[in-house]
């Protein structure tokens, strides 16, 4: 996944300001795709100058709001409809949890499983409580919606991997 045709998805749906894009990829999809401040601003600049998004608002201290356009719409559906998605995945939480079984002992793969389970369950009870505070704003079948129970269904799976696993190395001899 780009970060350009995330920039084009999230402008899909309403123009923001590169600070509430920030804000966008820090509160409502740190779970879907990590992208720093830094990192935004070239990229909108870049998407400017491919005439896939424009200014329409420039406020104070040089904030601006971007839109997509025509040609970013096309550009966005093209790369749903017709690009393949990369489907291997790079996470530093699997491979902790290959590893774990492996290199750590009993005792210390128990506790890194413990504070796993703990994270998971907050990390659960916090998609569980913005779920319930969407609800009432936004559609099931809305992008939000289906996004938080995607980020849920993988956190669950998590977690209950993670407790099978404690579970697994407990009773080990």
């Known amino acids: 996944m780009s970060l350009r045709h995330a920039l084009l998805g999230l402008l899909a749906l309403s123009p923001n300001s590169g600070y509430q894009l ?18 935004l601003y070239p990229e909108l600049a870049r998407l400017s100058s491919d005439g896939h998004v424009e200014c329409v608002e420039e406020g104070a201290r040089g904030k601006r709001t971007y ?30 949890a290959w590893l774990l079984s492996v290199v750590l002992s009993r005792e210390d793969a128990l506790c890194v499983l413990g504070r796993d389970i703990e994270a998971l369950r907050e990390q659960r009870d916090g998609v569980l409580a913005v779920q319930a505070r969407s609800a ?17 269904r993988l956190t669950e799976a998590m977690l209950g991997w993670s407790e099978e696993a404690a579970r697994r190395i407990a009773e080990r001899p």
Do not use: C, K
Not at 136 to 152: E, K, Q
């Open 22 to 39: 920030g804000q966008i990829f820090q509160n409502t999809l740190q779970q879907i795709w990590h992208a720093r401040n830094h990192q």
């Open 67 to 96: 839109a997509i356009t025509d040609d970013g719409r096309a550009e966005l559906r093209r790369w749903l409809v017709d690009v393949q998605p990369d489907r291997t995945m790079r996470s530093e939480t699997y491979l902790r």
């Open 136 to 152: 009432a704003i936004s559609p099931p079948y809305g992008p939000h919606s289906l996004s938080l129970d995607l980020n849920l």
